[in-house]
């Protein structure tokens, strides 16, 4: 299992939580064009596989390498999803502030980051979650 640095607020209830999404997750990532899009879109994906529309060419990010951010992004929806319902500049400043502060010497910024922070916040895993403890 991959080691990563948690923000302060950061529950280990949220360990598990992001194990039961993570593989849904990362196909949804890998079948949508990569992160580009704010949530699952089933329709997109069957036209994918289906061949009525490309699969995003190789050299494209792979989940790995944005899978730090989007899991913090998922954390903080766990978070804060009650107190900011929506993504707003708000919540938007307390999320880089966390972000820049778990590691400075970060490589990525924020700026680079943001995407896959806010695809993890946006990611609509309580129903698949749901779906997997019955």
């Known amino acids: 299992m ?5 923000p302060t607020w950061w529950s280990p209830d949220y360990d598990f939580m992001w194990d039961r999404v993570k593989k849904a997750m990362k196909r ?14 089933l329709g997109h994906n069957a036209r994918q596989a289906g061949g009525m529309e490309p699969i995003p060419p190789l050299g494209q990010p792979a989940f790995e390498e944005w899978e730090a951010a ?7 929806r766990l978070e804060f999803g009650d107190e900011y319902p929506d993504w707003d500049s708000n ?12 590691d400075p010497t970060r490589r ?3 700026e680079q980051d ?13 129903e698949l979650v749901e779906q997997m403890s019955a």
């Open 70 to 76: 989007c899991r913090f992004g998922y954390g903080a």
């Open 114 to 126: 943001r995407s896959a922070i806010r695809y993890g916040w946006n990611f609509e895993a309580e």
């Open 2 to 6: 991959r080691q990563y640095k948690n």
């Open 28 to 41: 949804d990532w890998e079948q949508s064009k990569h992160g580009s899009i704010a949530r699952s879109d």
């Open 108 to 110: 990525q910024t924020w």
């Open 91 to 102: 919540l938007e400043i307390r999320l880089a502030r966390d972000w820049r502060t778990m």
